[in-house]
């Protein structure tokens, strides 16, 4: 089993910035793709940003060259750099990882996720 705890959420003025982290453990013997999705209240979730194994990245059209995803695969951490925060970015975010557990099967997991309120 293979839990993800994200961290880093909160209230921010608009304009301001925030790093959101996810940290994997349990039975990881390898990590393939990680995102960030978001859901604001009332939508569906969404997915805002993606990273592979390898290190390639795509986003949302909404938050392109605002956000920036990153991990360190040594830590199993993800990262999230929210910067130029919009009150449309409120939402809570969500963490996903998918990978190959050491006991030889595949896993995925999703984080309990973390409030982001953009207000002034």
């Known amino acids: 089993q293979v839990q993800l705890v994200e961290s880093g959420g909160g209230l921010v003025q608009p304009g301001g910035s925030l790093r959101l982290s996810c940290a994997a453990s349990?039975?990881?013997?390898?990590?393939?793709?990680m995102g960030w999705y978001r859901q604001a209240p009332g939508k569906q979730r969404e997915l805002v940003a993606a990273?592979?194994?390898?290190?390639?990245?795509n986003y949302a059209t909404s938050v392109k060259g605002r956000f920036t995803i990153s991990r360190d695969s040594a830590k199993n951490t993800l990262y999230l750099q929210i910067n130029s925060l919009k009150p449309e970015d409120t939402a809570v975010y969500y963490c996903?990882?998918?990978?190959?557990?050491?006991?030889?099967?595949?896993?995925?997991?999703w984080g309990q996720g973390t409030q982001v309120t953009v207000s002034s």
């Open positions: 996903n990882a998918d990978g190959m557990a050491d006991y030889g099967l595949g896993w995925g997991s």
């Open positions: 349990g039975s990881i013997f390898s990590i393939n793709a």
């Open positions: 990273i592979s194994s390898g290190g390639s990245t």
